[in-house]
Each structure stands twice: as structure tokens, then as C-alpha cells.
């Protein structure tokens, strides 16, 4: 347990926890445009229950360890010591704690509304939740665009020379999620 009360460790968990829904997440794109229910894998049976343990395990642990480490932070910003120049310098990373905590609720909500059906409003005919969808995606992306590029840093498989190359691929892939997802919104209001 060690390695999970140390700060660096935590990062790792973070980053890996991260990383694994980020590759989920650009899955689920051409998923849904080749086939609009592919999120429910009907021909890969029950491999698909080890995806969503790994995927729910990854998402608790990973918003766990993100609010832990942010709480700890913020502690330490506020005391006596305190260093109150951030080093980080965009809105995207300076706001990663609330575009995780909304892309969780908008996640939750997704699962309730898709997956499990508890949530009966569609995108497709609600204004309401259409707007939703959006702010969500909007979260999520928001959270990537900063993200995929810091986890490289995480991991330290980053160098001054690749820096801009992996910001840029980043903040690219972020886009490009959200664009292919709102489109989806989009395309499918009645
Ligand atoms: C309850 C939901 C979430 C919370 C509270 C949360 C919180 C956080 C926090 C605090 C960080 C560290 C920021 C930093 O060190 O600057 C982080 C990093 C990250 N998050 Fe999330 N997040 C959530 C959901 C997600 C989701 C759904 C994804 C992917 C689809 C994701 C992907 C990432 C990635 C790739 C990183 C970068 C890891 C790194 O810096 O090495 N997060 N998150």
C-alpha cells in the first residue's frame, strides 16, 4: 500500500487509469458511426464484461486518486508555505478537477441513460438532454485536451524536443473527440 500513499505513485494510477478510458473513448467513436448500438458488443460476449470491470475499476480508481491528490494540493497551496504562482499555464490545466468531476457526472449519467436504460429522455428528443450531451462532451474533452498529453509527461516519456509534437497530437485528439461525438448529437436531433 506503499506505493499508493506516495504521490508519484498515485500520478502513475492517475495517468494509466486515464490513459485506458482515453483508449476506450476513441473506441467508442467509429463504433458508433459503423454501428449506431455497438456499445452494447453483441458478438464479443462476455469479453465485454472484462472490459467494463477493467473500465469501472479504472474509473473509481481514477477519480479517487484525482479528487485525493487535488484535496491534498489544495491543503498545501493553503498553508503557510504556501506557493501560489501555478506552473501550469492553460485554462485546460488549470481547470482539471472540475472538467474530471463533470465528466464523471455526465459518465454516470450516459451509463444510466444508455446502458442500463434507467433514464428514460433520448438526445433524440429532448432538447434538454441534447444540451447535456453537449456541456458533457464538452467536460470531457476539455479534460483530454490537457490530459492525454500529461500523461506522457507522467509517465516520463517526454523530452524538450518531443514536447510540442505531443501537446499538439494531444489537443488534436481531443478535438477530433469532440467534434466526432457532438456530431453525433447533432446529426441525431429529430
Ligand atoms: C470523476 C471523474 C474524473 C476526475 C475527478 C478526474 C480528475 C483528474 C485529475 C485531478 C487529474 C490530474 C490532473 C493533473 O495532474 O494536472 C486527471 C488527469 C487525467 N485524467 Fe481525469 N478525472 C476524471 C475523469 C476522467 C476521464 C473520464 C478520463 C478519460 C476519458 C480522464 C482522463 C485523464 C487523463 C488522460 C489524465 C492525465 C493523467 C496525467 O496527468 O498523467 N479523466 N484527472
Redesign the pocket.
Known amino acids: 500500500m506503499g506505493f499508493i500513499k506516495n504521490t508519484v505513485g498515485r500520478?502513475v494510477v492517475?495517468?494509466v487509469t486515464?490513459?485506458l478510458?482515453?483508449v476506450?473513448?476513441i473506441f467508442h467513436l467509429p463504433g458508433n458511426y459503423f454501428n449506431p448500438w455497438a456499445m452494447t458488443f453483441p458478438a464479443i460476449g462476455s469479453f465485454i464484461w472484462i472490459v467494463r470491470l477493467a473500465l469501472l475499476l479504472s474509473?473509481v480508481l481514477?477519480?479517487f486518486f484525482?479528487?485525493q491528490?487535488?484535496l491534498e494540493n489544495h491543503k498545501a497551496r493553503s498553508g503557510p508555505y504556501a506557493v501560489t504562482k501555478s506552473l501550469?499555464t492553460t485554462f485546460a490545466?488549470k481547470t482539471?478537477?472540475w472538467?474530471?468531476?463533470l465528466?464523471?457526472?455526465f459518465?454516470i449519467f450516459h451509463l444510466l441513460n444508455i446502458t442500463v436504460s434507467v433514464i428514460d429522455e433520448s438526445f433524440q428528443d429532448n432538447y434538454a438532454v441534447a444540451i447535456g450531451y453537449a456541456i458533457g462532451l464538452s467536460a470531457?474533452c476539455l479534460?483530454?485536451y490537457?490530459?492525454?498529453a500529461?500523461?506522457f509527461?507522467?509517465?516520463g516519456w517526454n523530452s524538450e524536443k518531443s514536447l510540442p509534437a505531443v501537446t499538439s497530437i494531444g489537443k488534436g485528439m481531443a478535438l477530433l473527440l469532440f467534434g466526432g461525438f457532438i456530431c453525433i448529437v447533432i446529426l441525431n436531433r429529430g
Request: hydrophobic residues 55%.
Open positions: 500520478k492517475i495517468a486515464g490513459q478510458m482515453v476506450f473513448i474509473f481514477h477519480a484525482g479528487i491528490s487535488e501550469s490545466a482539471m478537477i472538467s474530471g468531476i465528466s464523471g457526472v459518465i470531457v479534460h483530454l490537457h490530459g492525454i500529461s500523461f509527461q507522467t509517465m
